[in-house]
T-cell receptor
Framework: GDSVTQMEGPVTLSEEACLTI???????????LFWYVQYPGEGLQLLLKATKADDKGSNKGFEATYRKETTSFHLEKGSVQVSDSAVYFC????????FGTGTRLTIIP | EAEVAQSPRYKITEKSQAVAFWCDPI?????LYWYRQILGQGPELLVQFQDESVVDDSQLPKDRFSAERLKGVDSTLKIQPAELGDSAMYLC?????????????FGAGSRLTVL
């Protein structure tokens, strides 16, 4: 079945550092790929998405490119802020939405 | 901005008691989902509705869990009897259709603690 493997956390960075959270997937066909973010005590919010190979999703300075050849969708940001501290989930959608286990990111001032 | 409404936000109950969660999706969204998120893990789908019909409940523990969406709008998820292992966040989400490209919008969740 479909599965998502993402970089285990927790990840702690200093403000203005570069961020990469790795995500790879196994799926049949051509799934859509997503990054969701969960702030403390809240539900999941869509951060960005890509629906076909080589698409780049972007939002709030975050980017991820749908790489079919490496079955990856790594999340990147050039300069993180304290407000980016949250749990990040990579997900894919074929018939259903399948999530990774999440990566907790903490940014220290 | 339209939101998915859930209640209650927090629920503490003793094992063997009954508990219910309510969800009101975004207006016009035909597809509604219930997910369970255990602490430190990603959400897992419990049940998916298309309008008032269940289209996937393969991961719903049917001996104790039930879900309904009688008029194809709001939905209720019930657990009876609750067990210690049911402690989790219960997330409701909705989307316009069940198409793979459609984005799911999640509610804030209902956190259940079973003592």
């Amino acid at each position: 079945g479909d599965s998502v493997t993402q970089m285990e956390g927790p990840v702690t960075l200093s403000e203005e550092a570069c961020l990469t959270i790795n995500c790879t997937y196994t799926a049949t066909g051509y799934p859509s790929l997503f990054w969701y973010v969960q702030y403390p005590g809240e539900g999941l919010q869509l951060l960005l998405k890509a629906t076909k190979a080589d698409d780049k999703g972007s939002n709030k300075g975050f980017e991820a490119t749908y790489r079919k050849e490496t079955t990856s969708f790594h999340l990147e940001k050039g300069s993180v802020q304290v407000s980016d501290s949250a749990v990040y989930f990579c997900a894919l959608r074929n018939e259903k939405l399948t999530f990774g286990t999440g990566t907790r990111l903490t940014i220290i001032p | 901005e339209a939101e998915v409404a859930q209640s209650p936000r927090y629920k503490i109950t003793e094992k063997s008691q009954a508990v219910a969660f309510w969800c009101d999706p975004i207006s016009g969204h035909a597809t509604l989902y219930w997910y369970r998120q255990i602490l430190g893990q990603g959400p897992e789908l419990l049940v998916q509705f298309q309008d008032e019909s269940v289209v996937d409940d393969s991961q719903l523990p049917k001996d104790r869990f039930s879900a309904e969406r009688l008029k194809g709008v709001d939905s209720t998820l019930k657990i009876q009897p609750a067990e210690l292992g049911d402690s989790a966040m219960y997330l409701c989400a909705s989307s316009r259709t069940d198409s793979g490209a459609n984005v799911l919008t999640f509610g804030a969740g209902s956190r259940l603690t079973v003592l």
